[in-house]
């Protein structure tokens, strides 16, 4: 009863396999999405080509929070609970996701298609202080990237 398991799927694109117009284009990075990752990082080159991003993109975020009830108990045996604990939850998160160019649809040829052929992956902790949560996302398919801490009003999911 004190824990929420949360599940998210999106997936993205034209029905009938043409190109996106490109003000209905997607990308992939960000708090939003990958928040491992910087904001538009995967968007196919499409900044370059001066166009906004993918024609196809697929999310999945899974999350878990949960109450500290155990240290809550032990603090009220102890009486120094005043149930600020009861407001607090930690939060572990992972996301994965894959933004592509269908290049039957394209007439221009992205220079980067990073994506193309597999889920980029990053995972993350947090604590929740009522609306406000503070997150550590961490990249697990680039090793060479640094976690990103970032500050939310409102669930993530």
Not at 1 to 19: F, M
Not at 48 to 73: H, K, M, P, T, W
């Amino acid at each position: 009863p004190t824990a929420k398991l949360s599940l998210r799927g999106v997936v993205a694109g034209s029905i009938n396999g043409e190109a996106l117009p490109t003000f209905r284009q997607q990308s992939l990075g960000a708090e939003a999405s990958l928040p491992a990752y910087e904001l538009h990082q995967f968007d196919c080159g499409g900044h370059a080509l001066g166009i906004y991003g993918c024609d196809r993109l697929a999310l999945v975020q899974v999350e878990y929070q949960s109450n500290f009830r155990a240290l809550s108990r032990v603090a009220r045996q102890f009486g120094r609970d005043f149930g600020l604990l009861d407001n607090i939850k930690w939060v572990a998160f992972v996301n994965s996701g894959r933004a592509w160019v269908e290049p039957e649809g394209t007439t221009t040829t992205p220079t980067r298609n990073r994506g193309l052929s597999d889920f980029v992956t990053d995972a993350g902790v947090g604590l929740r202080f009522g609306v406000v949560g503070v997150y550590w996302a961490f990249p697990l398919s680039d090793r060479g990237t640094s976690a990103n801490f970032f500050v939310r009003l409102g669930p993530r999911l």
